[in-house]
């Protein structure tokens, strides 16, 4: 049995990748909400109130807002079996001084989630390393980090990535259209684009594979001057920066 504390979108996408393979308890403050939720899922779950909420012995994924964690915590009882925590940037001190809970694992899943293609970071009580994985890998690719420090560098890479690879597909698709594509194609070629990037990702460094694009002299390599005469490179270098400092902050 796994406990969803939370039902906004993060929550539903976890509990999408789990419901073939796990029995679901979806807990939340408005039961009208829960109905919306189970009707979106498509599936019959188990519906629970959080007031008064019992979590003990039980596997729980924390899905609510980080500012929240002081009441929410307040409003279940018992101590859990092990706490998964997909807050960003909310330590693991922090979850054990607000929960009561055996083991405590933090995890930052990304949007992906929702098509199950989600990279989903982890770090936390060893013991529940296999077992994280397990459960994570139900929504797409996991990676163990052995610190909480790499997992707030890697909230600011593939949790907040997402946002930045959609302002490159918007700006790429808006350059097409500028130059006389039509929107629809242009979002198509984007898509098509993107989709068979990444298994050239999985065989090739991305400097390797900017060579392999690059001929003397050619039209890739006018473009690629522009991106950095603009200073591209060092735009999304210092968007990882920041997205990790504040990370650190929350």
């Known amino acids: 049995m ?3 504390v939370g039902n906004g979108n993060m929550a539903f996408s976890i509990a999408n990748g789990l419901k073939d ?3 679901l308890v979806v807990v939340g ?6 109905d919306e939720f189970e009707a979106n899922l498509g599936i019959s779950i188990q519906k629970e109130l959080i007031d008064g909420f019992d979590v003990s012995d039980k596997s729980v994924i924390l899905c609510v807002k980080p500012a929240n964690i002081a009441e929410v ?8 079996r092990v706490l998964y925590s997909v807050l960003a940037g909310v330590s693991i001190e922090r979850l054990k001084q607000n929960f009561k ?3 405590v694992v933090r995890a930052m899943p990304n949007l992906a989630a929702s098509v199950h293609r989600s990279m989903t970071t982890l770090c936390g009580d060893e013991e529940y390393k296999d077992e994280a994985k397990a459960l994570f890998g139900s929504i797409g690719e996991t990676l163990w980090l052995n610190t909480q420090n790499e997992l707030d560098i890697a909230t600011a890479l593939a949790g907040s990535g997402p946002a930045f690879l959609a302002l ?4 790429l698709s808006d350059g097409a259209v500028r130059e006389g594509l039509i929107r629809r194609d242009a979002l198509a070629l984007t898509r098509g684009l993107f ?11 991305p400097s390797d594979l900017k060579d392999s694009v690059m001929s003397p002299a050619g039209t890739t390599a006018a473009g690629y001057a522009t991106l950095e005469q603009a200073g591209v490179r060092s735009a999304f270098m210092e968007a990882i920066s920041k997205a990790y400092k504040r990370a650190k902050e929350l």
């Open 2 to 4: 796994i406990v969803i």
């Open 21 to 23: 393979a796990h029995k």
């Open 29 to 34: 403050r408005s039961m009208a909400k829960l």
């Open 73 to 80: 915590s307040t409003k279940l009882n018992g101590r859990s």
């Open 101 to 103: 809970s055996e083991s």
């Open 168 to 171: 490159v597909a918007e700006a």
């Open 195 to 205: 989709s068979g990037f990444a298994p050239l990702l999985e065989e090739t460094k």
